[in-house]
């Protein structure tokens, strides 16, 4: 099975959009299974109506809870407390779940062993059926942090199911940035395609992400999404991956129709929109003998 992660150094490049377009192409030829790894705002089911099949618990963080009855009131976790976590309420310690960090600073410095840590719901993992394959996916709660622990979680969770069922491709759509959850979701990957545009942002976190993948030995492709709307930065992200050695597959032009495939919620591969499609193809394509090498 190969591995392949879509990326892009910043939001807004259509990861996602290219993602579930090239899942689409790729299914007519090959067995996937589908991962969207970006917990914090997970888009790529809207995509392609998954069907859940099964949910787990994830619990990725502990909170600090006093026990009243144990508690003699001295005072000491509330001063320990750097996130000020702790207040005194009618005379008694009481932690503010919210705002507790669960570095356990309180448990450690209290005489009486009245402070215990106790497992937080974070979010939950999901397997779905969709037309294309299993969509491993899941949501993180508001307000939670650990997305990099449940993007890791994930991942684990299709890859039991891979060792399984054997399929030829595991596609992950990862989250943007170059943070700990992008790590998680590249980790083990075969090769990443990362999704820029021509603007001064896209650009400037294209090389943030191409550093970050030759950090890790991941080796890279690139496609420029509304390649058209700026010649210069094309330009630019052109000469970026000739001086770094990676494979420029295509562009993909400006067309509004790609907003109408996602407001009606298919891949736009399988909507009216034969620029964009072709283009489209026309990456898978030249991705093909990089899968397969």
């Not at 144990?70 to 996130?83: D, H, V």
């Not at 503010?96 to 356990?104: H, I, L, M, N, T």
């Not at 991941?218 to 058209?228: E, F, G, Q, S, Y």
Request: with cysteine; aromatic share 4%.
């Amino acid at each position: 099975m190969k591995r392949l992660v879509v990326l892009s150094g910043k939001g807004g490049t259509g990861k996602t959009t290219v993602a579930a377009a090239l899942a689409q192409l790729a299914a007519g030829e090959r067995r996937l299974v589908l991962v969207d790894a970006d917990v914090d705002a997970a888009n790529l089911g809207l995509l392609l109506d998954p069907r859940e099949r099964e949910v787990t618990d994830f619990v990725g963080a502990e909170t600090a809870a006093i026990d009243a009855g144990a508690c003699t009131a001295c005072g000491l976790c509330a001063e320990a407390c750097r996130f000020e976590a702790i207040a005194v309420s009618g005379g008694a310690y009481r932690v503010d779940p919210v705002a507790c960090e669960g570095c356990r600073a309180c448990l450690y410095v209290c005489p009486e062993a009245a402070i215990a840590m106790a497992p937080q719901l974070s979010g939950r993992r999901y397997r779905s059926d969709t037309r294309l394959g299993p969509l491993f996916h899941a949501h993180l709660l508001p307000g939670q942090e650990n997305s990099g622990k449940l993007v890791t979680a994930l991942r684990r969770d299709a890859e039991a199911w891979a060792e399984r069922e054997r399929p030829d491709v595991m596609l992950v759509d990862g989250p943007p940035g170059i943070g700990c959850p992008v790590i998680a979701a590249a980790s083990g990957a075969d090769l990443a395609l990362l999704v820029t545009e021509p603007t001064p942002a896209a650009v400037h976190d294209f090389r943030r992400i191409l550093g970050t993948l030759e950090h890790f030995g991941i080796p890279a492709l690139a496609c420029v999404n509304k390649a058209d709307l700026n010649a210069e930065r094309r330009e630019e992200i052109r000469a970026e991956c000739a001086a770094r050695g990676v494979a420029l597959l295509g562009d993909i032009p400006y067309d509004e129709a790609a907003v109408d495939a996602v407001r009606a919620g298919r891949p736009v591969t399988d909507a009216a929109a034969p620029r964009l499609a072709a283009a489209l193809a026309g990456i898978w394509r030249a991705l093909v003998p990089h899968l397969d090498a």
